[in-house]
């Protein structure tokens, strides 16, 4: 058997998260995007976050994503991924309250891979601002022109010049990079295309946004959300430069550094999809109860009670298999419970979008609207399907990894 309660610490963390989700964050939804949308710059800092913020601060709850082995570098012990799953659901229920926290994605993974593999020097310059929520950042992974998953088909040339490196190619859906606060890109590309051992040819290399030879082309959207003020650009480095101080661990380390990233991003994302898949089915409830169709209280309805059972169970395994997989990191490692990571990372963003697909047929017209924040929900869950590694990567390698344990 596996524990899977969280420490009394994390409950003590998760309670005054809770109130503060009740008395700060679901009574400013509509303000948030109120400001979001009278802001001349979409791009810009919304007002109303850097004021949750600093009470978040003030609160104690700040970088909760960090876990005890990186608790060196922030003002409290640490939590486990176990401990950390039931906060990460609760920010899921208002997608836009992570940031609040500090907990935002790409920053939490781009602060781990500052945590584990920066030197002192590059810790100084991005890591202890992105830490105290003074600027964002960016990850540039993927590429247009070719199946980014496979990370040995990055087409983006990082050569030696001089003292430094010489960047160009292309980047596509790059989360963050449009937010005005985004200061810095963690670049994934290669330095060394011929080399045989094609794990080794990929380096990881951090570029300030302002460098020369940037050019941001466009926001992309996303099921039409182009998601200000973060934003997914698209982006053309040419001839950029930057200096050798600037390369992450050392050249040819790209491949590590990310198998190294994933692990926890991976958990984050299903994490917040319990709280939107969770809160859907809430506000599905109370809709149900508030309507009547063909003469009879709507609530009343099989086909409803069906539909709201099944995601009621459905949500129930899919959180079993978050924390079960966060157990597992915790317990053993990223390296040994990959195989639990791939299937709740495969599995969870879809059990959650037919969630969210069914409280929003409950809702009729309006599931569809702004109205309700199962459309946004829903987008993000979609898009979870390819974050990180599409489905099919990952339960490809997973079925390796399972035929091979049972047949050998």
Request: glycine share 8%.
């Amino acid at each position: 058997m596996h524990n899977l309660q969280i420490s009394p610490r994390a409950q003590q963390t998760l309670d005054k998260l809770t109130a503060f989700f009740e008395e700060h964050i679901f009574p400013n939804e509509a303000l948030y995007h109120q400001q979001l949308h009278e802001a001349s710059d979409p791009w810009s800092t919304v007002p109303l976050m850097e004021e949750l913020k600093a009470k978040a601060k003030v609160e104690g709850l700040w970088n909760l994503f960090v876990p005890p082995s990186l608790a060196k570098f922030v003002e409290h012990e640490g939590f486990s991924n176990l401990d950390y799953a039931p906060m990460a659901e609760l920010m899921g229920r208002v997608l836009w309250s992570s940031e609040v926290f500090n907990c935002n994605a790409p920053d939490t993974g781009n602060m781990e891979v500052l945590m584990k593999f920066g030197d002192d020097a590059q810790r100084d310059r991005w890591l202890a601002p992105l830490l105290q929520g003074e600027i964002r950042s960016a990850f540039a992974m993927t590429e247009p022109q070719v199946a980014s998953s496979d990370a040995t088909n990055i087409h983006l040339s990082i050569e030696k010049d001089g003292d430094g490196w010489r960047l160009n190619g292309r980047k596509w859906f790059i989360s963050g990079a449009m937010y005005e606060r985004c200061k810095v890109f963690i670049v994934m590309g290669k330095n060394d295309p011929d080399n045989p051992a094609r794990h080794l040819q990929q380096s990881q290399i951090l570029v300030p946004r302002d460098t020369a030879g940037i050019e941001i082309v466009r926001p992309m959207s996303a099921f039409g959300y182009v998601d200000p003020p973060f934003g997914h650009a698209e982006v053309v480095f040419n001839d950029v430069w930057v200096p050798d101080d600037h390369m992450i661990l050392g050249p040819g380390r790209g491949f590590e550094i990310a198998q190294g990233r994933l692990g926890p991003g991976r958990m984050h994302h299903c994490m917040r999809l319990i709280g939107a898949g969770q809160r859907s089915l809430e506000l599905a409830c109370k809709r149900v109860s508030s309507r009547s169709v063909f003469g009879q209280d709507m609530k009343k309805n099989q086909s409803v009670r069906e539909s709201i059972a099944t995601s009621f169970a459905d949500l129930e395994m899919a959180r079993l298999m978050v924390y079960r997989a966060s157990e597992a990191m915790d317990s053993q490692g990223i390296k040994a419970s990959i195989d639990l990571i791939s299937a709740t990372k495969a599995r969870v963003p879809v059990i959650v979008q037919d969630i969210i697909d069914r409280c929003m047929q409950l809702h009729g017209a309006g599931g569809f609207s702004a109205d309700f924040p199962m459309a946004e929900a829903y987008s993000y869950a979609r898009w979870c399907r390819m974050a990180d590694g599409p489905d099919e990567v990952h339960l490809m390698s997973l079925g390796k990894l399972v035929i091979d344990r049972f047949s050998s």
